[in-house]
């Protein structure tokens, strides 16, 4: 079956560096999304990350290894404002969306 | 404010009633989404409509019902719920199926007594 793996919640401090992995089986791969939830918001789009490396966007960068099945979220300088879920999502081949469950992140002052 | 824009925000119902989800977006998509998302489990995808033809339906009970009669409008029709269906119903555009992001509605907080 299809699978995204992704922790159920994470911690850090205002300022800080946090790392959020998600690793995934699915049947072929034509992308990776990272999206973020506030509480009862829409998910909005973060990244997109097709090929293998890092893509920075301001304070937020993805990282994608294709042949290991794994992505990382990395926020920097974190703001209070950050406290949300990251969602993870890999394309298949049929380019359906598969999602994780997403990662509760919390910020503390 | 992404564009995609869902009413009511929240839906009480009962087990008999009859009621319907919209979902409108002016973004000139071509692809529209109805998803759900229920506490700490990944977001369900339910239908797919492309250039208004439905290209997924992803085992979904017959009690929920899409409806899509333009590019730029959705809807799911619900009748005769159970309790279990209590979620958040998300809906989703973008501009094709293929590698591209999705914008998504705030949801219809739904509840099934």
């Known amino acids: 079956g299809q699978n995204i793996d992704q922790p159920t919640e994470m911690t850090a401090t205002e300022g800080a560096i946090v790392q959020i992995n998600c690793t995934y089986q699915?049947?072929?791969?034509?992308?990776l999304f990272w999206y973020q939830q506030h509480a009862g918001e829409a998910p909005t789009f973060l990244s997109y990350?097709?090929l293998d490396g890092l893509e920075e966007k301001g304070r937020f960068s993805s990282f994608l290894s294709r042949s290991k099945g794994y992505s990382y979220l990395l926020l920097k300088e974190l703001q209070m404002k950050d406290s949300a879920s990251y969602l993870c999502a890999v394309k298949d081949s049929n380019y359906q969306l598969i999602w994780g469950a997403g990662t509760k992140l919390i910020i503390k002052p | 404010e992404t564009g995609v824009t869902q009413t009511p925000r929240h839906l009480v119902m009962g087990m008999t009633n009859k009621k319907s989800l919209k979902c409108e977006q002016h973004?000139?998509?071509?692809?529209m989404y109805w998803y759900k998302q229920s506490a700490k489990k990944p977001l369900e995808l339910m239908f797919v409509?492309?250039?208004?033809?439905?290209?997924e339906n992803n085992s979904v009970p017959s009690r929920f019902s899409p409806e899509c009669p333009n590019s730029s409008h959705l809807f799911l029709h619900l009748h005769t719920l159970q309790p279990e269906d209590s979620a958040l119903y998300l809906c989703?555009?973008?501009?094709?199926?293929?590698?591209?992001?999705?914008?998504f509605g705030q949801g219809t907080r739904l509840t099934v007594v």
């Open positions: 989703a555009s973008s501009l094709g199926q293929e590698n591209t992001e999705a914008f």
């Open positions: 409509y492309n250039f208004k033809e439905q290209t």
């Open positions: 699915t049947s072929g791969f034509n992308g």
């Open positions: 990350n097709v």
């Open positions: 973004l000139g998509h071509n692809a």
